[in-house]
């Protein structure tokens, strides 16, 4: 029997229909495989679909690994979803194969792959959003709005930005994922919401001119530094390279 290949988009609405027709498909487990579409290598005796993103199937697959395996589960299932690896789709179906089976006590069997795969995702899809939250900055502009740009390598938006809605409740503030041309908009005191930019949308938000406040912070970090404790390769421990192209002290 050949085997189906379930070829699904980056967002999670999109791995959850895949998880969904594959397993409403009954062609067993082991005849089944979710691939993200950038990651496509045709291979021969495969048979492939591409997958039609779909919220009620989506919403139907949530709902199950809340009910019938935990809250905790589910959590663990949605930030893997986030990570950049091209194997998560298939990741997180081998998981709810055993969290199905065996219940909430799946997320502890750290003695099954797929459990430990499941909570290397987890882990540094939630450590990047917590090394966000310290290196995220924001500008100021002319309209009054707070406006910061960050490019992960996973699609942390989603997470990250309750924790600034929180602090910056009485704010306007934008926050763009520049990689993804996604954008999390906060009017001050209502909900905040995610959106979808157009390329062109993009360019406009990353041409605006930096605020007054940049260079003023900029002086402030060179002046209370001291030169003798200079540590460069420790710093990079702690603030990796990557982090650092759109922070202020660093531009």
């Not at 997470?159 to 009017?187: C, K, W």
């Amino acid at each position: 029997m050949n085997t189906t290949i379930y070829l699904c988009d980056d967002d999670p609405d999109s791995i959850f229909t895949a998880v969904y027709d594959a397993w409403a498909s009954r062609k067993g487990h082991s005849h089944v495989r979710l691939q993200m579409n950038r990651a496509v290598t045709m291979e021969l005796f495969c048979d492939y679909i591409t997958v039609v993103p779909d919220a009620a199937k989506a919403e139907s697959v949530s709902r199950s690994i809340r009910e019938k395996i935990s809250p905790k589960a589910w959590h663990m299932v949605y930030r893997a979803a986030m990570s950049p690896e091209d194997s998560r789709a298939d990741d997180i179906y081998r998981f709810l194969v055993g969290g199905f089976y065996y219940g909430a006590r799946v997320v502890d069997m750290l003695t099954e792959p797929a459990v430990r795969r499941i909570q290397e995702l987890n882990r540094n899809i939630a450590n990047e959003t917590h090394y966000h939250k310290e290196f995220l900055r924001f500008d100021a502009t002319i309209e009054g709005v707070l406006f910061a740009r960050i490019r992960p390598k996973g699609n942390i938006l989603s997470m990250l930005t309750p924790h600034f809605a929180d602090r910056l409740s009485g704010e306007n503030f934008l926050i763009l994922d520049v990689g993804r041309q996604l954008a999390a908009i906060h009017p001050a005191g209502k909900e905040w919401y995610l959106t979808a930019l157009s390329r062109e949308q993009a360019e406009v938000l990353l041409s605006r001119k930096p605020d007054e406040y940049r260079e003023l912070w900029k002086t402030f970090y060179d002046t209370i530094s001291i030169k003798e404790r200079k540590n460069p390769l420790l710093q990079r421990n702690h603030m990796p390279l990557w982090y650092r192209e759109f922070m202020t002290e660093f531009l």
